[in-house]
């Protein structure tokens, strides 16, 4: 409950009525002035009550004054002896409450300004719960939007690990990107840099965040236009190369922040890691058909091919031969001439039978020198005339070993399915026998019969 406090004009009537009944007291009643102690004890109660500090020690001062004076006037008609020190003692009096009052007011004034001092502090531990409360709050609000976020991003980045191919990464790439920050402008950008941000990103090799275009002083002044006020820039790495960017752009200010960054940097890791991946994979899939000297199929390969080329030819009736080659002599490239030398022929060898045949038809490494094709669709003669080709444009290759010039040739075996084999074994014994037959009659030649 508020306490009362007097206005202006009652802090002002309530004494001068109170004088100005101790002035009519001593004009009607000199005699009695003695009565004028308790009306300035009543004043005193009334200042203190009030806080008028000045005029309480004013009118002490003539209180004492008139416990001096008053009782030489009164004295005609009284004794002076007993006046004097009637007012002396009521002079005292009106001390003592002075001082009584004086320590009331300290005290209530210490103990007011300890409970508001108190207050203060309670107030201050108010706003400061109030900010840590309002901050939580934030906090709470930006962590379960993060949250949901992230869950949201955490569902695309899976679902774009599960791409088979480059090209679909990046596609998913971007409609993760597009959907995180909706009525932003997304780009994914192969190849070189196009632009200040693309190379400012390839030069320090860090993603480039830009909250409002007009205050960025790392940006010439007018380079962007009004509808890139906000940009992001990211690299986009494949095994450690430089391989493209990603760039989002809005046209209000501050769209993008550091957390944005980071989800689309991670996003873009991702992606990288993904491709990485379908690379690797292909690669691994590649490498266990292929030759890694020659870039030919294996060996296994081959008879995979073989079992697909009999079952076509059994429901088709049309015939495929397979033919056998050998590198004439190949012993001696690696005796006179190294290990180097017989890898150059053996990528020689394998780049000639791969020109001298068609795309539908298959070119694999048997083992060691040793060849064979899979001519689809083509009867012995074809295929002896396709053999004879490889082995002419092997013969004019020219070499150079030690400085010296030499030549590489190499024999060949036909064997036609399914009139001279019936199963794939047999097949590329007959093959493998005419071969045999061909290195016999003196090399460099093709046997079909």
Not at 15 to 28: D, Q, T
Not at 159 to 168: K, Q, R, V, Y
Not at 312 to 333: E, G, L, Q, W
Request: glycine fraction near 8%; aromatic fraction near 10%.
């Amino acid at each position: 409950m508020k306490a009362y406090r007097p206005s202006a004009l009652t802090k002002a009537a309530v004494p001068a009525a109170i004088m100005l009944g101790a002035g009519l007291s001593l004009w009607e009643w000199p005699s009695h002035f003695l009565w004028i102690y308790p009306f300035c004890g009543l004043l005193f109660m009334w200042f203190s009550w009030t806080g008028e500090k000045e005029v309480k020690y004013i009118f002490l001062f003539l209180v004492t004054a008139a416990g001096l004076t008053l009782p030489k006037l009164a004295g005609r008609s009284g004794d002076p002896l007993e006046l004097y020190l009637a007012a002396i003692a009521e002079t005292l009096c009106v001390w003592l409450l002075f001082f009584a009052l004086s320590l009331a007011e300290r005290s209530s004034k210490s103990a007011g300004e300890k409970l508001a001092d108190e207050e203060a502090a309670a107030e201050d531990r108010i706003r400061a719960l109030e900010d840590e409360l309002s901050r939580y709050r934030m906090h709470l609000a930006g962590t379960l939007a993060r949250i949901r976020d992230k869950g949201a991003l955490s569902s695309a980045m899976q679902d774009m690990g599960l791409a088979s191919t480059p090209d679909e990464v990046k596609a998913r790439l971007e409609v993760l990107l597009k959907n995180y920050f909706p009525g932003a402008a997304v780009e994914l950008r192969s190849g070189a840099p196009r632009d200040f941000a693309d190379n400012w990103v390839a030069e320090r090799k860090i993603p480039l965040l830009v909250r409002n275009a007009d205050g960025d002083t790392r940006l010439p002044k007018g380079l962007l236009g009004p509808a890139e006020r906000s940009l992001m820039a990211l690299p986009l790495h494949l095994f450690g190369r430089l391989v493209g960017f990603v760039r989002a752009s809005a046209p209000e200010p501050d769209r993008f922040r550091a957390e944005d960054l980071r989800g689309a940097e991670l996003a873009c890791t991702l992606a990288g890691v993904s491709m990485e991946n379908i690379y690797l994979f292909d690669k691994v899939n590649e490498l266990a058909i292929k030759d890694a000297l020659t870039g030919l199929y294996t060996h296994r390969a081959f008879q995979s091919r073989l079992e697909e080329e009999i079952l076509r030819s059994a429901r088709t009736k049309v015939p495929f031969c397979v033919v056998m080659a050998d590198i004439d002599h190949f012993k001696s490239y690696n005796d006179n001439f190294g290990h180097q030398a017989g890898d150059a022929v053996l990528k020689a060898v394998a780049e000639t039978l791969s020109a001298g045949v068609r795309d539908i038809d298959f070119a694999a490494r048997y083992g060691g020198e040793e060849f064979a094709l899979i001519i689809t669709g083509a009867a012995k003669a074809a295929a002896a005339a396709a053999a004879e080709n490889v082995r002419l444009a092997l013969e004019a290759r020219s070499f150079t070993f030690g400085g010296r010039p030499s030549r590489v040739t190499a024999s060949f075996g036909v064997a036609e399915f399914p009139a001279e084999a019936a199963a794939g074994g047999q097949l590329v014994r007959a093959a493998d026998e005419r071969l045999y037959r061909a290195k016999q009659g003196g090399r460099n030649r093709v046997v079909a019969a």
